[in-house]
């Protein structure tokens, strides 16, 4: 596969590919709202060693390596038969281990980002699953996540949760462009305690700028980080685009970890504290 080509555009996109029931429509969300002329687009997918058996792992590696590239051809051919002119701006990613360790590498701290990804979940299981969690804690970078979602250019629910500073201004323009096409409903959690007022205040008139053909609805972001408005976003089991702005102090998967300790010792029966 191929390496991270050196470019110093400041538009690169990563499709997560890892789930792979969506890839196609993070694949069009990505041409349809993030793409603009000198962008670099990677499609990423992991594969990992199993963990038995030496001469299984020697016989296995080279067999789920050749699955993970043939998948990742084969979503580029589908871009290319709509997209035939972005032969050079489309690369493949093949990494070995976990997504998190690929967040953690030079590779993703170096550049500036936005990452898409898709599934087809309609159940509300993003905020139950820590895979799910953890990329969001650690992407710090504008994530947009679909749900449910079929039709890259009918995406009537959104839900924002906002950059400890400013909305950014990637974000602001797939807000936009979403606008301008079709009318949604937008609900946009706003960070309470590590901002001032005057920033939200700039916040919500930044989002309402661009939103004047949406129905907005805006709320504070909990001592939890977010977790209970994502679940509470969540119950409504409606397609939907989520989208988390870039923030180093977000912290889900700790909440995540928090409640399901809590509910685990409420599942055994036992009574400490305020559990």
């Known amino acids: 596969m191929q390496k991270l080509e050196k470019n110093n555009s400041n538009n690169r996109i990563l499709i997560l590919a890892d789930f792979s029931e969506g890839g196609w429509t993070a694949a069009r969300f990505a041409m349809e709202h993030l793409y603009q002329p000198g962008s670099i687009i990677y499609i990423l997918q992991t594969w990992q060693k199993p963990s038995y058996g030496s001469s299984m792992v020697r016989d296995l590696t080279s067999i789920l390596q050749n699955i993970t590239n043939s998948e990742l051809k084969a979503l580029k051919r589908k871009m290319l038969s709509i997209y035939p002119d972005l032969e050079k701006d489309i690369h493949l990613l093949s990494v070995e281990g976990e997504l998190s360790q690929f967040f953690e590498s030079d590779a993703y701290l170096n550049h500036q980002w936005q990452l898409v990804m898709s599934t087809k979940y309609k159940n509300g299981e993003t905020s139950k ?9 650690q992407v710090n970078q504008p994530l947009y996540l679909l749900n449910d979602i079929d039709y890259v250019d009918n995406i009537p629910n959104v839900f924002l949760m906002t ?16 606008n301008a096409k079709q009318y949604s409903n937008i609900q946009v959690c706003l960070e309470d305690d590590t901002i001032s007022q005057l920033t939200k205040e700039k916040q919500i008139k930044l989002v309402s700028n661009v939103c004047t ?9 909990c001592s939890d980080n977010g977790l209970n408005q994502i679940r509470e976003y969540e ?7 989520m989208i988390f702005d870039k923030n180093r102090n977000r912290k889900i998967q700790n909440k995540l970890k ?3 300790d809590r509910w685990l010792v409420k599942s055994k029966g036992i009574s400490i504290g305020t559990y």
């Open 129 to 137: 699953n820590p895979r799910f969690t953890e990329i969001i804690d």
């Open 163 to 178: 950059s400890n500073k400013m909305v950014s201004s990637e974000v602001l323009n797939v807000l936009q462009q979403i």
């Open 235 to 241: 119950r409504k089991r409606i397609p939907n685009l």
């Open 258 to 260: 928090n409640y399901l």
């Open 213 to 221: 053909n949406s129905k907005l609805r805006f709320s504070k972001l």
